[in-house]
Nanobody, 129 residues
Framework: QVQLVESGGGSVQTGGSLRLSCAAS????????MGWFRQAPGKEREGVAF????????YYADSVKDRATISQGGAKNMIDLQMNNLKPEDTAMYYC??????????????????????WGQGTQVTVSS
């Protein structure tokens, strides 16, 4: 069992920046892919950014790819997500997730796509105009 603990959410104004961090309780094959999903009220949970913690490949949703950077936070079981130029539509609960592999289908919510194995409790990001 892997526990994921997020930190770094908060409230900012449009154009501001936030850094989200996630630490896994251990580094195992279950954390070969770590990343972030978000869910706004009344919307499906969608992938934001993922990183292959073993190989280093990174994946971004089109909506954030020019504004977000995902990185490993100094250890293979830790990741950071730097988000700049935040917009009101970025307002959501952000969840750290971990899985054996990264799946770009996570960027488009659809039934039948296997979801990550492990999830954090979530951290709220609110962007005001």
């Amino acid at each position: 069992q892997v526990q994921l603990v997020e930190s770094g959410g908060g409230s900012v104004q449009t154009g501001g920046s936030l850094r989200l961090s996630c630490a896994a309780s251990s580094y195992t094959s279950a954390t070969y892919c770590m990343g972030w999903f978000r869910q706004a009220p009344g919307k499906e949970r969608e992938g934001v950014a993922f990183i292959d913690t073993d190989g280093g490949s990174k994946y971004y949703a089109d909506s954030v790819k020019d504004r977000a950077t995902i990185s490993q936070g100094g250890a293979k079981n830790m990741i950071d997500l730097q988000m700049n130029n935040l917009k009101p539509e970025d307002t959501a609960m952000y969840y750290c997730a971990a899985h054996l592999y990264c799946n770009v289908d996570w960027f488009v919510p659809q039934r039948g796509t296997p979801r990550p194995t492990y999830w954090g409790q979530g951290t709220q990001v609110t962007v005001s105009s």
